[in-house]
């Protein structure tokens, strides 16, 4: 509980929104995506996997954790298939259910794939294991929105961290 609430302060002392970003791609993304309305769901991770899904036109997502998510991809997505790789967007309860080597060999990633982790602040070990993703190698964007973290693999992209609020 108490890391919880420094970790809310901690990021709140150091995230930023949209005026705070010279990313153009993350930039696009914060205005064209996550900050525009409607919500998609009542549920902050939900709703930022939601409205990625449509931003980015997913057609192949990979849930790992979470079985009802998927009956609420199928509302909102009709017709978007799953487990076709190679995967536009690959979602994880947790941090902690993969190591990051693991991640980038066993699933069939692709330029522009979108890996998003549910509860990076669930603890002290969760959020040093979201920190192992964001320093690999293989990613290039990473953001910390404190209900979640985003990873996404742009190899046309300096490698860069983002906290932003949402």
């Given at each position: ?31 064209k995506c996550l900050y525009q309305k409607p919500q998609k769901s009542k549920d902050k ?47 994880f309860e947790s941090p902690m259910s993969q190591n990051p080597d693991n991640v980038f ?62």
């Amino acid at each position: 509980m108490i890391f919880n609430i420094k970790s809310y302060l901690k990021f709140l002392l150091k995230s930023t929104n949209e005026h705070g970003i010279h990313s153009p791609f993350v930039f696009d993304y914060l205005t064209k995506c996550l900050y525009q309305k409607p919500q998609k769901s009542k549920d902050k991770v939900i709703n930022v996997l939601l409205k990625s899904i449509a931003y980015f036109n997913a057609k192949s997502i990979l849930v790992k954790g979470n079985n009802s998510l998927k009956k609420e991809l199928e509302k909102n997505f009709q017709g978007v298939p799953e487990k076709k790789p190679p995967i536009d967007v690959l979602y994880f309860e947790s941090p902690m259910s993969q190591n990051p080597d693991n991640v980038f060999s066993s699933f069939p990633l692709h330029n522009d794939s979108l890996i998003l982790f549910r509860g990076i602040y669930e603890s002290r070990e969760t959020f040093l294991h979201w920190m192992e993703f964001t320093k690999s190698e293989k990613v290039t964007v990473s953001m910390d929105l404190f209900y979640c973290g985003l990873i996404f693999i742009r190899k046309e992209q300096v490698k860069q961290h983002f906290t932003i609020r949402i």
